[in-house]
């Protein structure tokens, strides 16, 4: 490999590249799903690619590829002259000779890969069994999955820095149905981490299962403005879909609403929103950025006022500050941007009894659907289909479903009551996002 | 791509464990994606996807496996350590590799790869000033340009060696307006299985016009009405609703285990019966066409729905054992990193009688949903959602004012029954379509259809 990066910045000098990186990444993944007590599925692979980057001119060309044969420098020199050609951006672009010091991090865990096939496999044939035989309502366990993934990455150019990052994390999942009286429910649960002792069939079951039951015969609700719970990693998804805003791109061009408010408060004193690439179970973590700049914990939002938004170097050089460290790529097929890693609402105090306890007539929403669609991250505006319960008299009611919660996200910050003491971190979205129980003052809830 | 002996002697190794079928993918593609902002390119990339999967079926268990390196030795022990996962006795098949020549090919006059980039850019220009210059209201417009061309080999132990080239171009243009009141965006795209000719064919200006009237439109707009009442869906992008309330119901992937509400109602009516749908992998040229699926079956068109009654399934190869039925030539997937299954093509509801202007006249209270956002779908509640991006309210038989924010709720069976009328204004679009098998091209399409109630949630109360 040193070989070919020695010839691959040889030949881009040549081409009058002033400035070079490459971005290696290798991939190994083992992903299974059982399904009726046998291997339904299983899948192995080894997989990696090339992003090569260079600056001609003032201009920085991105090619990659997944094919390392004898036409691959020409190839990837070739584009990204041809890539730099074209741009016309006058933004200063940059590739960075690196920092000082690196946060050490332990984000491999060789014991992981080293647990045999044969016992992850049971894992989750008991998964299933066990979920099987929780009710008699309980249709079928869709899927009993697992995943385990290993991704190197590393960052060399011809500016003296070569960085890199091994980790590995596994996730197991499960999705049921249940089916009662002619309807139909669904529930999903999952656990993500790297030490495979501490997946717990009992906790999946349980919370994969319990939603699925309580929500059978949940019917559609009048429409109505009420105080609105979402459950915890309900609310996750729901703000990752909203993590945009932050970034400094999104400002700079004039797609964010956060435009202008460095420092205002924008959202409720409870609220804190941090932004954790060194958090060790966090499966966005790492010691530097797509750029090669050392990560660091910040704090986007504090007691509601605004900090500062996600930088790379292009963004943060424009505003005459430093990076944050949240250049990104998201992988060796992309360009810089900038984003968020290990993003989450920091826990308060209440419990979630208590917070539920504190409404008399809402709504509880354990699930939204449809965030790609159903939301707009410029304007804020948000009308998403969801399911969960009522809420009467401090209690958890009848389940409710068919309904749609709408409103405006950056109305919604400044109108949160109550934050819990119950983190989550949700899988789905593109950062890993967590954040505990959350109360808003008052929603739209559509029905009939 | 790679040499026809290696095939059959990877394909012999996979199946040495006692696998009953073992399947081979080799893609090689290229891609090309711009993207320009206020009439400047700021992002270019290209580069090379390369790629090898292999799949072994042994009755309904499935293994599969991946791997960018190409030589015979590495491929054959990559066959090998999947096989580990399957235990017996090797069947000892016999099978001849011939190359079948496409029954459909979808031409391609000029090759976009070939095409300079600056001519891209160019196209990009003009479509950028028609949406700059639509008012001083808009503040933003992004501009994308993308092609691929993605040349695969599909071979399996059934003999079945096929290659096809897909090529894929698409133009997508984003305006953004902004006034006292907030910002709106509003797109306008075309994308294709046609080579770069597409755009001799196609009004990027127009485009870029669209996508600013649809900002500027829904600026002024107020929020929406919530509650139930007939909501009329337009044709073209309209189709989404089709594509995600039943048509992801009727892929294999969900019926096989009986999770569909579909999947017990083979033969019956589930929709109202002027209702008819198909699935239809040969359209020329189309987002969603190719001349094999990614199993090597030659794609058809397959009828879904035909006067309300369900008539067919979308069913891959490891389905079809699950089902005991026949493949429909519509197995897919996002590259070699993923297993193919059971994936619409280009999904379509039929022309039906009535004329659009028919439509709104019969409605005295309602919803007009000129163009829809996105959405999603539970297979197996059949529950979906999708967001309204441009919408009227419709008083009195006749189109008023614009609204926003409405996001269309319901589940597939019921929608399906609501259909009342369905107008004579076919259209198609195009759209990037996400399951299990990763995010595909998928074409969808339908004329201006009468749905006499759907949940609208919207942020005032009708």
């Known amino acids: 490999m040193d070989a070919m990066i020695k010839q691959l910045f040889e030949k881009g000098r040549q081409m009058g590249f002033t400035a070079q990186e490459i971005y290696i990444q290798d991939a190994k993944k083992l992903s299974m799903s059982v399904y009726k007590q046998e291997l339904d599925k299983y899948s192995l692979s080894e997989n990696g690619g090339i992003s090569y980057r260079g600056i001609i001119e003032g201009k920085m060309g991105y090619s990659y590829t997944e094919k390392m044969d004898e036409q691959a420098v020409e190839m990837l020199v070739n584009e990204a002259y041809q890539n730099a050609k074209i741009i016309e951006n006058d933004d200063e672009v940059m590739i960075y000779s690196g920092d000082q010091n690196y946060k050490s991090l332990d984000l491999y865990n060789p014991k992981l890969e080293q647990v045999p096939i044969s016992q992850k496999i049971d894992f989750l044939m008991a998964l299933e069994k ?67 002792d501490k997946l717990s069939v009992a906790y999946l079951a349980e919370e994969s299962t319990r939603e699925a039951l309580n929500l059978l015969g949940a019917k559609s609700t009048k429409s109505k403005a009420c105080e609105v719970v979402f459950k915890n990693d309900a609310f996750a998804q729901f703000q990752s879909a909203f993590n945009g805003v932050l970034s400094a791109e999104n400002v700079q061009k004039n797609l964010s609403k956060f435009k202008g408010k460095l420092n205002e408060r924008v959202a409720a004193e409870q609220f804190t929103l941090i932004d954790n690439p060194h958090l060790e179970t966090g499966i966005s973590s790492g010691s530097f950025d797509a750029e090669g700049v050392a990560t660091r914990v910040n704090t986007m939002i504090e007691k509601g006022v605004l900090k500062t938004y996600f ?21 060796y097929k992309g360009t810089i941007g900038v984003s968020a890693t290990n993003i989450y609402v920091e826990p308060d105090k209440y419990s979630f009894e208590e917070i539920i306890a504190s409404v008399e007539d809402g709504i509880y929403i354990i699930d939204l659907q449809g965030l790609h669609a159903g939301l707009s991250q410029v304007s804020g505006d948000f009308s998403l289909q969801c399911y969960g319960y009522h809420i009467k008299n401090g209690k958890l009611d009848k389940p409710v479903s068919q ?32 954040s505990p129980t959350i109360k808003i003052k008052k929603l739209s809830i559509s029905g009939e | 791509m790679i040499e026809k002996n290696i095939i059959h002697d990877v394909l012999i190794a996979a199946v040495s464990t006692g696998g009953d079928f073992a399947e081979i993918f080799v893609e090689d593609r290229f891609n090309t994606a711009i993207e320009m902002t206020m009439g400047k390119v700021e992002k270019s990339l290209s580069g090379r996807d390369f790629g090898v999967g292999i799949r072994i079926f042994k009755g309904t268990n499935s293994v599969y496996t991946y791997t960018s390196h190409s030589d015979k030795e590495h491929l054959i022990k990559v066959a090998k350590k999947a096989a580990e996962a399957i235990k017996g006795m090797p069947l000892d098949l016999n099978f001849d590799l011939q190359l079948a020549s496409p029954e459909i090919i979808h031409p391609i006059a000029i090759r976009p790869r070939n095409v300079e980039k600056s001519i891209k850019v160019e196209l990009m220009r003009r479509g950028y000033e028609q949406a700059a210059k639509a008012s001083q209201s808009i503040k933003q417009v992004v501009v994308n340009y993308m092609d691929y061309e993605q040349k695969v080999l599909i071979a399996n132990t059934e003999g079945s060696f096929v290659k096809d080239m897909r090529t894929r171009t698409r133009y997508m243009i984003n305006a953004v307006a902004e006034n006292e009141k907030g910002l709106q965006t509003g797109r306008a795209g075309k994308g294709s299985g046609k080579g770069f000719e597409l755009y001799d064919q196609i009004d990027v200006e127009a485009l870029g016009r669209e996508a600013s009237r649809v900002a500027l439109t829904m600026m002024d707009a107020k929020a929406a009405p919530s509650g139930k009442f007939p909501v009329i869906i337009d044709n073209r992008f309209g189709g989404v609703i089709f ?215 919207g942020r005032e109360e009708a």
Not at chain 2, 334 to 343: D, G, L, M, N
Not at chain 2, 404 to 428: R, V
């Open chain 1, 130 to 196: 066990e979920i099987e035989a929780k009710d008699s309502r309980i249709h079928q366990v869709t899927a009993s999955a697992y995943e385990e993934s290993e991704v190197f990455v590393r960052i060399i150019n011809t500016e003296g820095l070569d960085v890199s990052d091994h980790a590995n994390y596994c996730v197991v999942y499960t999705m049921i149905s249940a089916k009662a009286a002619g309807d139909t429910r669904t529930g999903f649960a999952y656990q993500v981490g790297n030490a495979f």
């Open chain 1, 311 to 331: 930088h790379n170097l292009k963004t943060a050089k424009k505003e005459g500050v430093s990076s944050t460290g949240n250049a990104s790529k998201g992988s």
């Open chain 1, 403 to 434: 309904i749609t919660v709408a409103g405006n996200y950056f109305e919604l910050l400044k109108d949160i009551e109550l934050i819990g003491n119950d983190l989550k971190f949700t899988i789905m979205g593109d950062a890993y996002t967590g």
């Open chain 2, 243 to 457: 594509h995600e309330a039943c048509g992801h119901g009727l892929e294999a992937t969900s019926v096989a285990k009986g999770e569909s509400v579909f999947s017990d109602k083979m033969g019956q009516r589930i929709a109202s019966e002027i209702v008819n749908a198909v699935d239809d992998g040969t359209v020329l040229n189309e987002w969603g066409s190719a001349s094999f699926d990614d199993e090597g079956t030659p794609t058809k068109r397959n009828v879904l729905i035909e006067n309300g009654v369900l008539k067919g399934f979308m069913i891959d190869k490891l389905n079809a054992r699950r089902m005991n039925m026949d493949i429909t030539g519509s197995s897919r997937r996002q590259s070699y990193k993923f297993a193919p299954t059971s994936r619409m093509t280009n999904t379509y509801i039929l022309n039906g009688t009535h004329t659009f202007d028919e439509m709104v006249t019969s409605v005295p209270f309602g919803l007009y949903a000129k163009n829809l956002g996105g959405g999603s779908v539970n297979t197996s509640t059949g529950e979906f959602n999708f967001a309204v991006q441009e919408g009227y309210l419709i008083e009195n038989g006749k189109i008023t004012r614009p609204v926003k924010g409405a996001t269309l709720i319901g589940t597939g069976l019921e929608i399906l029954e609501k259909i009342e009328m369905i107008s004579n204004n076919f259209g198609s679009d195009e759209g990037m379509c996400g399951s299990v098998s990763g995010s595909i091209p998928a074409g969808l399409g339908q004329p201006a259809l009468k749905v006499s109630e759907i949940t609208v949630g």
